[in-house]
């Protein structure tokens, strides 16, 4: 195997004023991934790309945990570029605690396995083209002595059984004529920029229709999906989504498929659901704004209630 640097992995760091990152990996962040949401200045890096910003970061879920080819995306207030390694679940992080989101800004997160083979699917499915830029090695295990040694020299690397895994789930996917008619005269991967409550956001949708916005997930189980999303909060993903596209909640759908017998199953969300993720989405802003924007002290952050 070839471990030398390839020539086209060098890093462009694009700094912005303010960001918000909506990624839900497919979070799948949120089966599949939870990357996300960030407010403290951080740096992401990646193949190719790196953000800095001063404020809050939403998720996406599935989001998508970046790609290969770097883009930049402009507005009138933002720059930003895309990279695999995305800001973490800034907002999540924020709604189970202050202290956990300020731990994870200064001490950061690891990609779990659940991030990485969300990736490796939606990669697969939605743009198949830079599977080619990924570096598969023959070993079981992230520990094997070749991975390790393949790291060192390249930004996407995983291992046969993960591509394998993966392999399954997209066969599954284009085996399903409904699902994979979703895919007909659209656009995928799509990012956008946006203000929410004076707050920047970005988010990326998974396949963008003139119907509207489809998110694909994988689920331990989906006829349990509806809790997953509840778990996930992909409520908050829904909102956060709608807003930016400019789009009604009717226009929503997450695909599911079960990682364990290829089930597929196509949700479509209530108004419940979305004014859910918009609830999350006023509380977490809130938040950022008590602690880390009027510089509260964390310590006196508690919950109140009654037994």
């Known amino acids: 195997m070839n471990l030398k640097p390839k020539k086209h992995e060098v890093t462009k760091k694009t700094h912005i004023k303010n960001y918000i990152c909506l990624c839900l990996l497919c979070i799948s962040f ?27 970061v939403s998720v996406k879920s599935d989001f998508t ?31 189970d605690s202050p202290k956990t989101y300020h731990y994870i800004q200064k001490y950061g997160q690891e990609s779990s396995q659940a991030m990485r083979d969300g990736w490796l699917f939606h990669t697969m499915i939605l743009e198949p083209e830079k599977i080619d830029e990924v ?26 059984k993960e591509k394998h895994a993966a392999e399954r789930l997209v066969d599954g996917f284009f085996r399903c004529e409904q699902a994979k008619s979703y895919l007909t005269k659209a656009k995928t991967e799509v990012p956008m920029v946006g203000q929410i409550r004076h707050m920047p956001f970005r988010a990326k949708a998974d396949i963008l229709t003139e119907h509207g916005i489809i998110d694909l997930k994988t689920t331990v189980n989906v006829k349990d999906f509806h809790h997953s999303a509840s778990k996930f909060s992909y409520d908050l993903q829904t909102y956060i989504y709608c807003k930016l596209f400019d789009k009604p909640f009717e226009e929503f759908k997450f695909i599911a498929i079960d990682k364990k017998n290829l089930d597929i199953g196509v949700f479509s969300v209530s108004q419940d659901f979305y004014e859910s993720g918009k609830r999350k989405c006023v509380k977490a802003i809130e938040l950022y704004n008590q602690f880390f924007t009027e510089e509260n002290d964390l310590n006196n952050f508690i919950y109140e209630g009654t037994l």
């Open 30 to 56: 949120f089966s599949h991934s939870q990357d996300g949401l960030n407010i403290d200045p951080s740096v992401i890096t990646g193949c190719g790309g790196s953000l800095q910003g001063y404020s809050i």
């Open 65 to 95: 945990l970046g790609q290969i080819a770097i883009e930049t995306l402009k507005s009138d207030q933002y720059m930003l570029t895309q990279g695999f390694h995305q800001p973490r679940l800034g907002v999540i992080s924020l709604l």
């Open 135 to 160: 570096v598969f090695v023959n070993c079981q295990s992230k520990n094997a002595k070749e991975y390790k040694e393949a790291v060192k020299y390249h930004n996407f690397v995983f291992t046969m």
